[in-house]
């Protein structure tokens, strides 16, 4: 079984300078002459991890991380102007290209996987290959599963202080309420919502792992701030037509692809990953039977540093 490689520490960091306000974090570590490859990470507003370089042979890769628009270290944090899909996608070229990398390889989970297949049907010219794991494809039904009709069935005690978070008239379009709430003027209506909503997404990403003691006990302005940037999304279906990222997937289909996906992902429920094999036949398709939502685990560990192991023999 495949465990993480190594913990390594970057041998470059940046802040890459965009036309706006927005100051995006980047850096590079493992073989600066190896495979390039860029971690997109989920959210959006989780931000990049030292572990996440861990996924890749580092005597074989060159690892690209960076913190999306207003994420992890770039800066201003929790900015949501001029901050949208397409802005991230600009900001993945603006990287390719200032670090004078010809074509890379992709790897992305969860809303990561949305960016990746976004990026790469925009640029498909310079990609290598994509890791796609916990397909997320931002139609408007796997928003209901998280924010309506779904999950909330699973987790009904959570999912009733999750509604009680924002007001009666809201409940039953719970992603604009909240939306409402968090960008309101009432910081202890914003607090109240902002918590209930991390509470729901750590229950239903971590499910059995979950624990009283992850509730946060106080929540912080930078905690609002980040979701207030998930709802920022949400509540623009995330920048993009409905049921775009499949429609688009014609131009994917002779790039080599692997895609992951934890049979009890209930963030990401286990039909979105067949749709994306249904429109990329030649993808290598891995369901884990016993995986959820989160990159963690001997499981999903090994599936994932196997994918990547595999690509260097795909794309050398």
């Not at 802005?87 to 996987?113: H, P, T, V, Y």
């Not at 069935?153 to 379009?173: F, G, M, T």
């Not at 939306?179 to 229950?203: E, L, M, P």
Request: aromatic share 10%; hydrophobic share 40%.
């Amino acid at each position: 079984m495949k465990t993480l490689y190594p913990q390594i520490e970057p041998f470059h960091s940046f802040f890459l300078q965009t036309e706006t306000t927005h100051s995006v974090y980047v850096e590079q570590s493992g073989n600066a002459q190896g495979i390039p490859v860029i971690f997109l990470h989920g959210g959006p507003c989780s931000g990049t991890k030292p572990g996440h370089r861990r996924f890749f042979n580092p005597e074989k890769y060159h690892i690209i991380l960076m913190d999306q628009r207003g994420c992890g270290l770039s800066l201003p944090f929790g900015e949501i102007e001029n901050n949208t899909t397409l802005d991230l996608i600009a900001d993945m070229e603006r990287i390719r290209k200032q670090l004078n990398i010809e074509r890379w390889l992709l790897f992305g989970g969860s809303w990561g996987s949305a960016l990746t297949l976004l990026y790469a049907q925009k640029y498909s010219e310079y990609v290598l290959g994509m890791v796609i794991r916990g397909v997320f494809l931002a139609r408007q039904k796997d928003l209901d599963w998280f924010a309506k009709e779904g999950a909330g069935r699973i987790y009904p005690e959570l999912w009733q202080q999750l509604l009680a978070s924002v007001p009666v008239h809201s409940r039953s379009e719970l992603v604009k309420g909240l939306y409402d709430v968090v960008f309101g003027q009432d910081q202890v209506s914003q607090r109240r919502a902002a918590k209930a909503w991390i509470n729901w997404g750590g229950q239903v990403a971590l499910m059995d792992d979950y624990q009283e003691d992850d509730k946060p006990a106080h929540v912080t302005e930078k905690m609002v701030q980040q979701v207030q940037m998930e709802m920022h999304y949400a509540y623009n279906k995330y920048f993009i037509a409905e049921n775009q990222i499949l429609k688009a997937c014609d131009i994917l289909q002779q790039i080599p692809a692997i895609i992951v996906h934890g049979r009890n992902d209930l963030v990401c429920p286990m039909e979105a990953g067949m749709s994306l094999h249904k429109v990329l036949p030649k993808a290598e398709y891995i369901v884990l039977p016993n995986a959820g939502h989160i990159a963690s685990g001997d499981e999903m560990i090994d599936a994932l540093v196997a994918a990547t192991d595999k690509m260097i023999e795909w794309v050398q």
